[in-house]
């Protein structure tokens, strides 16, 4: 997505355009309603916002870890394995009837 700001709106919004930048959006500054120029980030801003950004799935992804610890080792977490077709059908037949 393109982000079109003038001169006067960029100063007021600079750093909400800096960060649209970094998350991958381009962002043209018009003066007097031409392009003017582009913010683009620098390739040291990106790999810093990749970390930040895999720190915090890193983080969300094991925020449950130590309060289901406990079960580690057990059948209490352990996925039931899927039916298999006949099983599917004979269950298809209960519920629906012979087709």
């Known amino acids: 997505m393109t982000i079109h700001v003038n001169v006067g709106e960029a100063k007021t919004r600079f750093s ?3 960060a649209a930048a970094v998350r991958g959006e381009e962002v043209v500054v018009n003066k007097a309603g031409v392009p003017f120029a ?3 980030p620098r390739p040291e801003a ?3 916002e990749r970390e930040v950004r895999t720190a ?3 983080a969300a992804f094991g925020f449950l870890a130590d309060k289901y610890r406990h079960l580690h080792g057990t059948d209490a977490l352990d996925v039931p394995p899927s039916m ?3 099983e599917y059908e004979e269950r298809i037949e209960r ?3 012979k087709l």
């Open 84 to 86: 298999t077709d006949e």
């Open 16 to 18: 909400e355009l800096l």
């Open 46 to 48: 990106l790999a810093l």
């Open 95 to 97: 519920k629906f009837g």
């Open 56 to 58: 915090k799935r890193k």
């Open 38 to 40: 582009t913010i683009v």
